[in-house]
């Protein structure tokens, strides 16, 4: 099984930045990809920004790009996302997740973007941004 626990959201105004966390535990083949996504009130869950943990490979929703930036410490066992220049439109709540099985990981095909190919879910982390 993997837990996934997020922090580093809050209330911040536009322009501003936050940086996002999310510890890991777990089997990393069960971790082969991570991801953010976020769900702002009345929308779908949209994918923000993931990452192949086997070699850093990243990639990002056009709206994010230039912007955030999805890192890893495997050392620590932490997913990173710094959120820069953040927008009223960037408020939502933010999910950690990730994606992968007993096999391993160069068997996983990359699940970017769709939120149901990715089988384990942190419990979230509010980002409001005001103008």
């Known amino acids: 099984q993997v837990q996934l626990v997020e922090s580093g959201g809050g209330s911040v105004q536009a322009g501003g930045s936050l940086r996002l966390s999310c510890a890991a535990s777990?089997?990393?083949?069960?971790?082969?990809?991570m991801g953010w996504f976020r769900q702002a009130p009345g929308k779908e869950r949209e994918g923000v920004a993931s990452?192949?943990?086997?070699?850093?490979?990243?990639v990002y929703a056009d709206s994010v790009k230039g912007r955030f930036t999805i890192s890893q410490d495997n050392a620590r066992n932490t997913l990173y996302l710094q959120m820069n220049s953040l927008k009223p439109e960037d408020t939502a709540m933010y999910y950690c997740?990730?994606?992968?099985?007993?096999?391993?990981?160069?068997?996983?095909?990359?699940?970017?973007?769709?939120?149901?190919?990715?089988?384990?879910w942190g419990q979230g982390t509010q980002v409001t941004v005001s103008s």
């Open positions: 990452i192949y943990t086997r070699d850093g490979n990243t």
């Open positions: 777990g089997s990393p083949r069960r971790r082969c990809y």
């Open positions: 997740a990730a994606a992968g099985w007993v096999v391993d990981c160069q068997f996983v095909s990359n699940p970017w973007p769709s939120v149901s190919k990715y089988n384990y």
